[in-house]
């Protein structure tokens, strides 16, 4: 799984599978924690990352939203910076 970028100990990653692989989605890595993210909704779909963890997330991802959803859809890897 490629690794989209990295900050304050989280590493975001994403899976490059077929369509059925839905929603579109990227995981969470936060030491022994994980989530799963909707790229849409930002709601975490699946994992137990805490809460700080979870709002780190979040707000990189609310940046980034154009950016996750054209590497899910092209299935193109691209490294996005971290949160500042």
């Known amino acids: ?47 137990d990352l805490p809460q700080k963890a979870q709002a780190l997330v979040r707000e990189w991802a609310a940046k980034h939203t154009e950016e996750l959803l054209e590497i899910w859809n092209t299935q193109k890897f691209a490294e996005l910076p971290p949160l500042d």
């Open 1 to 47: 799984m490629p690794v989209i970028s990295r900050f304050y100990g989280l590493v975001i990653k994403m899976y490059f599978q077929q369509a059925e692989h839905n929603p579109p989605h990227f995981h969470a890595v936060y030491g022994e924690y994980i989530g799963a993210f909707d790229i849409k909704t930002l709601k975490m779909i699946e994992g």
